[in-house]
């Protein structure tokens, strides 16, 4: 278990994060992956990559943590920097915490194939393994979801049009 916890809690978290854009709601939930994938280790296919079972695990539970979140209050878009960063960083501070933003404005489905594709290095196999969907719907989400972000990114002045 320590093996595992070592190799993926680092993954899990970001991913985590990326989905729910808070470090305490990543932190739980990661802890919460961990639980429910030890808890049901032995409904892992050892003829699939664990990869993509306990990305799924983190993915589901980001998506769960959303949902909950949503029925008790509005998801605050704004993320706070808890972390002095001097002043050459300021800019590109602000810029991550727009992206950030961006990226929770999508969708969840958009946002676990952009998560998965961009932050956590994940092929269109991986990504379909992971979510359980064919190969061309990963490709359609990533697709718009990029749309999507770029048309928000445009509008704040990340991106030229």
Partial sequence: MEVLLT???KPVFNAAFRMLGNADDAADATQNVFLKAFENIKT???GRRFFSWIYRIAINESIDQL???DRMTRVDQEIP???PAPLQRAVASQVDQQIQ???LSLSSEYRA???LHYFCDCDYRQISDTLDIPE???KSRLYGARQQLKAQLSRHGILSS
């Fill in 101 to 103: 933003t961006a990226l």
């Fill in 67 to 69: 949902k909950r979140r």
């Fill in 81 to 83: 920097d808890t972390t």
């Fill in 44 to 46: 892992f296919d050892p």
């Fill in 136 to 138: 061309k719907t990963v």
């Fill in 7 to 9: 190799a993926y809690e």
């Fill in 113 to 115: 194939v952009i998560v």
